[in-house]
């Protein structure tokens, strides 16, 4: 089975910094598109950024570039976002996505739709 699992999300001070992991399995790694997304309270889902080793491609949402990092250790099957200069409208819960296909971006927006999703975790900026 497909599985992917966020983690590294928490509670810090807006300038502050966390980095998020999105272990996976049950797929071939080196095959598939991973992207980060969240959800923030009565907000629909946003597509955050997103690697394709398929292409080796990377994305990022206008609000975070320069600020978040997208990255993977195909040894590890894991895929991290690292996040600087927090700010209180990050708040959110993050999750991680795969896609057979690819990053469905087009340019700095996420067209919509993953293959398989993992349960998300907590990301709290405080001001």
């Known amino acids: 089975d497909v599985q992917l699992q966020a983690s590294g999300g928490g509670l810090v001070r807006a300038g502050g910094s966390l980095k998020l992991s999105c272990a996976t399995s049950g797929f071939t790694f080196d095959d598939w598109a991973i992207g980060w997304f969240r959800q923030a309270p009565g907000k629909e889902r946003e597509g955050i950024s997103c690697i394709s080793s398929i292409d080796n491609s990377t994305y990022y949402v206008d609000s975070v570039k320069g600020r978040f990092t997208i990255s993977s250790d195909n040894a590890k099957n894991t895929v991290y976002l690292q996040m600087n200069s927090l700010k209180p409208e990050d708040t959110a819960v993050y999750y991680c996505?795969?896609?057979?296909?690819?990053?469905?971006?087009?340019?700095?927006?996420?067209?919509?739709?993953?293959?398989?999703w993992g349960k998300g975790t907590q990301v709290t900026v405080s001001s």
């Open positions: 996505a795969a896609d057979v296909y690819g990053c469905p971006w087009g340019g700095s927006t996420w067209s919509g739709g993953m293959d398989y």
